[in-house]
């Protein structure tokens, strides 16, 4: 079981910037893939940044150039740093981890944090 804690959400203007924060109870060592989604009112959760073995890191288009996905290995945390936001982000955005023990893959996610990009 992996318990992942969320920070960092929040109200920002448009052009603003977040960085979100999910701390997860296990060592990045077993950790094969962190993510974050996020989901509007009405709309399905949606893949944003993921980071990946070997500090590979994919993008939705619709955030490429404004947020990067990082992680901290001492911290066992992963950050996204949210920049130039448009009304558009606003959404509850969710960490994501996934495991891989004795060769089955888990998934696990936070509670999610509201990030509303409001003037």
């Known amino acids: 079981q992996v318990q992942l804690v969320e920070s960092g959400g929040g109200l920002v203007q448009p052009g603003g910037s977040l960085r979100l924060s999910c701390a997860s109870s296990?060592?990045?060592?077993?950790?094969?893939?962190m993510a974050w989604y996020r989901q509007a009112p009405g709309n399905g959760r949606e893949l944003v940044a993921a980071?990946?073995?070997?500090?590979?890191?994919n993008y939705a288009d619709s955030v490429k150039g404004r947020f990067t996905i990082s992680g901290d290995n001492a911290k066992n945390t992963v950050y996204l740093q949210m920049n130039s936001l448009k009304p558009e982000d606003t959404a509850v955005y969710y960490c994501?981890?996934?495991?891989?023990?004795?060769?089955?893959?888990?998934?696990?996610w936070g509670q999610g944090t509201q990030v509303t990009v409001s003037s």
């Open positions: 994501n981890a996934e495991v891989i023990t004795g060769g089955v893959t888990g998934v696990y």
């Open positions: 296990r060592s990045f060592f077993s950790i094969y893939r």
């Open positions: 980071l990946s073995s070997g500090s590979n890191t």
